[in-house]
């Protein structure tokens, strides 16, 4: 396929127009050897970001992108794709190749709600039923330091350090978070 025939996409405000959240990520019964996984470790990906929500999954063997939604938001993962495969079976070679990718630091995503990019899977993220904590009500702030600290075990004084904070500060802002979600505060 040519330069010149190639399809151009822009900016979607489709995350914020869809009838309720993008479904989180779950992986499939038998993923470790099904089809999905042998394409997204075999064909590389000539797709790229679309904005801080959304990638364009251009795998080898397809014959167009497929329109991915895939970043961080709360505890949880969101992760839906445009194809036949994901909307019947919730699973797709599309969402395997961004999570092959993801785990080898090929690509940065973005938490929604803080800002904060990760190339590998954060400590905190867990698959499955997400924790009970309702975390919308959290500064962007609070939210970070009780992501990485209270649900990813990262030290006080550790996640202090790595984010240019004093000690003091962050546990001003899990004090705070915790008092918000229902935990021990102040």
């Known amino acids: 396929m040519s330069r010149a025939s190639r399809p151009t996409w822009s900016p979607s405000d489709a995350l914020d127009q869809q009838l309720g959240e993008p479904?989180?990520?779950?992986?499939?019964?038998?993923?470790?050897?099904?089809?999905?996984w042998r394409r997204a470790q075999r064909e590389s990906d000539r797709g790229s970001a679309v904005n801080d929500a959304e990638r364009m999954v251009w795998l080898e063997g397809s014959e167009q992108p497929h329109r991915v939604t895939w970043a961080l938001a709360g505890q949880t993962l969101r992760a839906?794709?445009?194809?036949?495969s994901s909307r019947y079976r919730g699973w797709?070679?599309?969402?395997?190749?961004?999570?092959w990718?993801?785990?080898?630091?090929?690509?940065?995503?973005?938490?929604?709600?803080?800002?904060?990019?990760y190339r590998t899977p954060?400590?905190?993220?867990?698959?499955?039923r997400p924790r009970d904590a309702d975390l919308t009500t959290l500064t962007p702030a609070q939210q970070d330091a009780y992501l990485h600290v209270d649900l990813g075990g990262e030290g006080v004084r550790e996640y202090a350090r790595r984010t240019d904070r004093?000690?003091?500060?962050?546990g001003n802002l899990l004090a705070d978070a915790r008092e918000n979600v229902g935990g021990e505060g102040r």
């Open 23 to 36: 479904d989180r990520l779950r992986f499939p019964d038998g993923w470790q050897m099904s089809e999905s």
């Open 122 to 128: 954060p400590t905190w993220l867990r698959f499955g």
């Open 101 to 117: 990718r993801w785990i080898r630091g090929e690509i940065v995503v973005t938490h929604l709600d803080t800002g904060r990019e």
């Open 166 to 170: 004093s000690p003091g500060t962050v």
């Open 80 to 84: 839906e794709c445009d194809c036949a």
């Open 92 to 99: 797709c070679a599309h969402l395997a190749s961004l999570w």
